[in-house]
């Protein structure tokens, strides 16, 4: 029952060339750092994410990026990595984006074993009929574009079929955790955590403070620890700021 390791570069060992993964973290809250930052170091590449957004130039998932590690991703938002966009227009990136509540639930119905589900958002738009640049050519064009999705009426309303996601692999970050695997996130850093800790078949989660099993208190715990297989402290994450915006 003791999943602690001794380190982010042992925790991540396994995960290797064409492995997916769920990140967990919304921008830069959240985002399980260390254990991004060891899988750099790695060295894994050509691999497959999936995670509200990229990171921004040179942190969290952008490391991987920037190294020209990702091969796709699927996300909700990418406006903050420059990197991003380029790799994307230049062909070099294959990208999947995906409404993010519709994200949310695709996550949280893989790790519920419900392997699709029924839902309004996107409907008479391209992500149900299709025809979204999934990769470009590098001269402009599209060299692969989404497929349409199934679209059925409910009582007397359209809902497209969306298809659950699960991943080799989820990376975490929780302020609280213990040797079971038991994680209580932070405030509005639980943001996707709970969600990608479930839908990957193996999770990994860091951090802040590794408490003696019993002391968290299980009412509070977001995310059970059979859902977690391997557990880092990293009491020492540095947290950053994408934007700051202060009074003048």
């Not at 170091?41 to 691999?47: K, R």
């Not at 949280?108 to 149900?128: C, D, E, K, L, N």
């Not at 659950?164 to 209580?184: E, M, Q, S």
């Amino acid at each position: 029952m003791n999943k602690v390791v001794g380190s982010a570069a042992e925790a991540v060992a396994d995960i290797g060339d064409g492995a997916s993964i769920a990140v967990g973290g919304f921008g830069l809250c959240g985002i399980p750092s260390v254990l991004l930052s060891a899988l750099y170091e790695a060295g894994a590449s050509d691999l497959v994410t999936v995670s509200n957004n990229c990171g921004i130039d040179g942190v969290g998932l952008g490391l991987l990026l920037g190294a020209k590690r990702i091969r796709r991703t699927t996300g909700s938002y990418v406006g903050e990595n420059k990197e991003f966009e380029r790799q994307f227009l230049s062909g070099e990136l294959e990208v999947e984006l995906v409404p993010q509540g519709t994200l949310a639930e695709r996550l949280r119905a893989g790790g519920a074993g419900i392997a699709a589900f029924y839902t309004p958002a996107g409907v008479g738009t391209q992500v149900a009929e299709g025809g979204l640049p999934w990769r470009f050519d590098g001269s402009g064009a599209v060299a692969l574009a989404s497929p349409a999705k199934e679209v059925r009426d409910f009582d007397g309303r359209d809902y497209v079929l969306e298809r659950a996601i699960t991943t080799d692999f989820a990376l975490v970050h929780a302020r609280y955790g213990d040797a079971h695997g038991n994680l209580i996130y932070e405030k509005s850093a639980a943001n996707f955590n709970p969600l990608c800790a479930a839908a990957g078949r193996v999770t990994i989660a860091e951090v802040e403070e590794l408490v003696e099993v019993g002391e968290l208190d299980p009412m509070r715990v977001h995310t059970p620890g059979i859902f977690v297989q391997r557990v880092v402290t990293a009491p020492q994450t540095e947290k950053l700021i994408e934007k700051r915006t202060v009074a003048r």
